[in-house]
């Protein structure tokens, strides 16, 4: 069983917990994609001076949160397990790194003050429609 656990800046911990509950192979995956913008606005805004680019300097401070993040979840979790860290818009990142998946783990992430659609934000509404692995969507704390 490979059960992939989504790392959300904000909601980690509670993906972490919920995962802890099944045994198998482990996968955390982090996603970042603020540096693309940026890399996409200087080239808009300035042209493709790419000495210049502030893009470069966010992907540096993205890959570098991802790994601090993912050594926590890891920390975490308490046992052996693969982290990947990737780029790219998110929800599609989380659902090809799924594909193959027995399992995805990730939690809600919208208006959590009531069940109903709200408490999903778009990305994960998008990775709930359309992961092709089971999901278990967790209640963050």
């Given at each position: 069983?490979?059960?992939?656990?989504?790392?959300?800046?904000?909601t980690w911990q509670d993906c972490v917990d919920a995962a802890s509950a099944y045994d198998g192979?482990?996968?955390l995956l982090h996603v970042s994609d603020v540096a693309g913008?940026?890399?996409?606005?200087?080239?808009g805004l300035f042209g493709r001076h790419s000495s210049l680019d502030p893009g470069?300097?966010?992907?540096d401070l993205a890959a570098?949160?991802?790994?601090?993040?993912?050594?926590?979840?890891a920390e975490r979790l308490g046992r052996p397990c693969a982290k990947e860290a990737r780029v790219g818009r998110v929800e599609h990142e989380v659902v090809a790194a799924a594909q193959e998946a027995s399992l995805l783990v990730l939690c809600r992430d919208g208006d959590v003050s009531h069940a109903g659609p709200r408490s999903l934000?778009?990305?994960t509404r998008f990775v709930v429609d359309h992961a092709t692995?089971?999901?278990l969507l967790a209640w963050p704390t």
């Amino acid at each position: 069983m490979t059960v992939v656990v989504w790392i959300a800046d904000d909601t980690w911990q509670d993906c972490v917990d919920a995962a802890s509950a099944y045994d198998g192979d482990f996968l955390l995956l982090h996603v970042s994609d603020v540096a693309g913008a940026a890399h996409g606005a200087f080239a808009g805004l300035f042209g493709r001076h790419s000495s210049l680019d502030p893009g470069t300097r966010l992907d540096d401070l993205a890959a570098d949160h991802a790994t601090h993040l993912l050594d926590a979840a890891a920390e975490r979790l308490g046992r052996p397990c693969a982290k990947e860290a990737r780029v790219g818009r998110v929800e599609h990142e989380v659902v090809a790194a799924a594909q193959e998946a027995s399992l995805l783990v990730l939690c809600r992430d919208g208006d959590v003050s009531h069940a109903g659609p709200r408490s999903l934000g778009p990305a994960t509404r998008f990775v709930v429609d359309h992961a092709t692995c089971p999901v278990l969507l967790a209640w963050p704390t």
